[in-house]
C-alpha cells in the first residue's frame, strides 16, 4: 500500500507543512526548526499537521475500531530495561515503583486499508520527514503485522502510567482530546551516563519542578524522544474518550517486535 501526495494532500496541510519536497528552502526551515526543538527539549510537534475537521473524521474512523482494542488494566514499573535484573534493586528503589496502565489498544491489522490512518501511515513523505527530524538518513516503517501502527483508547478514568520507552523516539497523531485530564506529561532528566533516580524519586513523591505538560492538540502530530524521559498521560476525566494514533518506524527495513511485546499489547501474537 501506497499513498500519493495527492491523496494525502486532503487529510495532511501540505500548505502549512510543504514536506513534500525536503530540498526546498521552506521544508529545511521547517526540518531545522523541528530537529532544535527536539534536541533541546525532547519533543517536537507540529500542530495543526491535519486539515481542519480532519482529526474529527479519523476520531470517528478510530472510534469505530474501539470494540476491537485490546484492554490492559494492571500496575507495572516504569523501567522495563532494569526489569530482568529487578531483585538487585532495593524494596524502595524507584525502578520498583508501580503506576496503574488502564489503556486500551487499537491492532494495525484492524485498521481499514482504505482509511485514512493507514493512508497518512503508508506516505512515504510522511516517513522521510520523520527521518529528517531524527536525523536519521534513511528510515523505515516497520514491518510487524499487529504493532506497526495502532491507536491508544483512554476511556473516562484511564491513564497510560509512568514509563521510559525502550526506542529511540515515537512518533504519535492526537486525534481526540478528552473533556478534561489526559494530558501528556514528561520528565527529561536522565541521561546514558545518569539515570537520575533522585530526581525520579521525587517525582513520585509529587514534585513538578522537573515536569513539563506540553499543550498538545488535536490534529497535532509530535516526535517524543522518550527513552530517557520519564513520561506517563494522566487519568482522563470527563465523558470524552482521548485517541491518539502510534506510528512506528526503524532503521531498518522489516523490523518486527518480539512476540512478547506483542502479547503484552494486544494479548495475542498474531
Same mark, same amino acid.
Given at each position: 500500500?501506497?499513498?500519493?501526495?495527492?491523496?494525502?494532500?486532503?487529510?495532511?496541510?501540505?500548505?502549512?507543512?510543504?514536506?513534500?519536497?525536503?530540498?526546498?528552502?521552506? +521544508?529545511?526551515?521547517?526540518?531545522?526548526?523541528?530537529?532544535?526543538?527536539?534536541?533541546?527539549?525532547?519533543?517536537?510537534?507540529?500542530?495543526?499537521?491535519?486539515?481542519?475537521?480532519? +482529526?474529527?473524521?479519523?476520531?470517528?474512523?478510530?472510534?469505530?475500531?474501539?470494540?476491537? +482494542?485490546?484492554?490492559?488494566?494492571?500496575?507495572?514499573?516504569?523501567?522495563?530495561?532494569?526489569?530482568?535484573?529487578?531483585?538487585?534493586?532495593?524494596?524502595?528503589?524507584?525502578?520498583?515503583?508501580?503506576?496503574?496502565?488502564?489503556?486500551?489498544?487499537?491492532?494495525?491489522?484492524?485498521?481499514?486499508?482504505?482509511?485514512?490512518?493507514?493512508?497518512?501511515?503508508?506516505?512515504?513523505?510522511?516517513?522521510?520527514?520523520?527521518?529528517?527530524?531524527?536525523?536519521?538518513?534513511?528510515?523505515?516503517?516497520?514491518?510487524?503485522?499487529?504493532?506497526?501502527?495502532?491507536?491508544?483508547?483512554?476511556?473516562?478514568?484511564?491513564?497510560?502510567?509512568?514509563?521510559?520507552?525502550?526506542?529511540?523516539?515515537?512518533?504519535?497523531?492526537?486525534?481526540?482530546?478528552?473533556?478534561?485530564?489526559?494530558?501528556?506529561?514528561?520528565?527529561?532528566?536522565?541521561?546514558?551516563?545518569?539515570?537520575?533516580?533522585?530526581?525520579?524519586?521525587?517525582?513520585?513523591?509529587?514534585?513538578?519542578?522537573?515536569?513539563?505538560?506540553?499543550?498538545?492538540?488535536?490534529?497535532?502530530?509530535?516526535?517524543?524522544?522518550?527513552?530517557?524521559?520519564?513520561?506517563?498521560?494522566?487519568?482522563?476525566?470527563?465523558?470524552?474518550?482521548?485517541?491518539?494514533?502510534?506510528?512506528?518506524?526503524?532503521?531498518?527495513?522489516?523490523?518486527?517486535?518480539?512476540?512478547?511485546?506483542?502479547?503484552?499489547?494486544?494479548?495475542?501474537?498474531?
Amino acid at each position: 500500500m501506497t499513498t500519493t501526495t495527492h491523496d494525502i494532500a486532503e487529510l495532511v496541510d501540505l500548505d502549512r507543512y510543504p514536506v513534500t519536497d525536503l530540498e526546498t528552502p521552506q +521544508a529545511r526551515a521547517l526540518v531545522a526548526r523541528g530537529r532544535e526543538r527536539l534536541d533541546s527539549t525532547g519533543l517536537c510537534s507540529l500542530p495543526g499537521f491535519l486539515r481542519p475537521g480532519i +482529526a474529527a473524521r479519523l476520531a470517528a474512523e478510530a472510534t469505530a475500531l474501539v470494540p476491537c +482494542a485490546h484492554r490492559q488494566d494492571h500496575e507495572d514499573i516504569a523501567y522495563g530495561r532494569h526489569r530482568a535484573n529487578l531483585d538487585s534493586f532495593p524494596p524502595d528503589h524507584p525502578v520498583r515503583h508501580t503506576s496503574p496502565f488502564r489503556m486500551n489498544l487499537v491492532s494495525y491489522d484492524d485498521l481499514p486499508s482504505g482509511g485514512g490512518i493507514k493512508r497518512i501511515y503508508h506516505w512515504d513523505g510522511l516517513t522521510r520527514l520523520i527521518g529528517a527530524l531524527t536525523g536519521n538518513a534513511t528510515l523505515h516503517r516497520t514491518a510487524d503485522p499487529l504493532l506497526s501502527c495502532n491507536i491508544s483508547v483512554l476511556h473516562p478514568g484511564d491513564t497510560h502510567g509512568w514509563h521510559v520507552d525502550g526506542n529511540d523516539f515515537s512518533v504519535t497523531l492526537l486525534l481526540q482530546e478528552p473533556e478534561s485530564g489526559g494530558r501528556f506529561e514528561y520528565a527529561p532528566v536522565a541521561s546514558p551516563q545518569d539515570e537520575n533516580f533522585g530526581t525520579i524519586a521525587d517525582i513520585y513523591r509529587g514534585e513538578r519542578e522537573h515536569v513539563v505538560t506540553p499543550d498538545l492538540k488535536a490534529g497535532m502530530l509530535s516526535i517524543f524522544r522518550g527513552r530517557w524521559s520519564l513520561h506517563h498521560v494522566t487519568p482522563v476525566e470527563g465523558a470524552v474518550t482521548r485517541l491518539q494514533v502510534i506510528f512506528s518506524y526503524h532503521v531498518e527495513p522489516g523490523m518486527v517486535f518480539p512476540e512478547a511485546t506483542r502479547r503484552n499489547y494486544l494479548g495475542r501474537a498474531a
